[in-house]
């Protein structure tokens, strides 16, 4: 459980009262939490809970780290993108909001009643574009990922399986590991917290793996996109005893945003 968690979970209902007097702007007793991402999403988050008739929070750009509800029925939670499964499942937030990236990278028991119709990018390779990338599809073999890294010795244009640990940038260690092994690719993840498009350009890696939404930031850094690992988009998250015992509630609130997913 996160540090900022200070009570041992014991169970959705009562986790938070333990450790956010609800003076605090938290929840009473029986009301939900709800997990927001800060950042890209939090807009259309905000936005997407309005149009599904739930009460949302003002002042979200403050300081303030959990904020009620205009009508005081719901908590709200605005936390860092990938910690927004961690509360969820650890019962700290009944629901939460997040990426299809960010669950699949932090892979969380929790439930995911809904995928959501905003927040769609992908998650890809990408590697120098002077770096004799095949475009995806062009290569005729899609596990072959031809690449000459603008950085590497290796020979020109030998398929990315074969070449001798590819450097790999990336704020997805997880899934960037599992995609090249699966390719029989020794590759060598270098784990960044954000900026990963620096990696090849200050040579700490040929490659990069990360979030591509317009495709504006690979090519203002002279990269070019190679693979898509995932795609991805908005998902919906629910703690699995919340489920169980605020049914009624939680269910009311699926169903609101089910009839704008359809
Ligand atoms: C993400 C991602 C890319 C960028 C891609 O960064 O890491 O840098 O967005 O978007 P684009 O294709 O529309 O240009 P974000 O702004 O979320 O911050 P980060 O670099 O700290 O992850």
Redesign the pocket.
Known sequence: MSSSVAAPYRGPADTFEQSQPAAAGGRSEQSLLFALPK??LAQDSLFFLARAGLSIPTGTESRKLILPAADGSTGFVMSKPRDVPTYVEHGAADLGICGLDVLRETDRAVYEPLLLPFGHCRLSVAGPADGAAVPPGESGDSDDLAVKPASSSNLPGTPLRYMSQPRIAT?YPRLTRRFFAERGVNAEIITLG????LGPILGLSDLIV?????????RMNGLVEIRTILESQAALVVNRASYQLKAAEINRIVERMRLLTT
């Open positions: 950042g890209r704020e954000g900026s990963v498009e990360d979030v591509v939404q317009t495709g504006t930031t690979l």
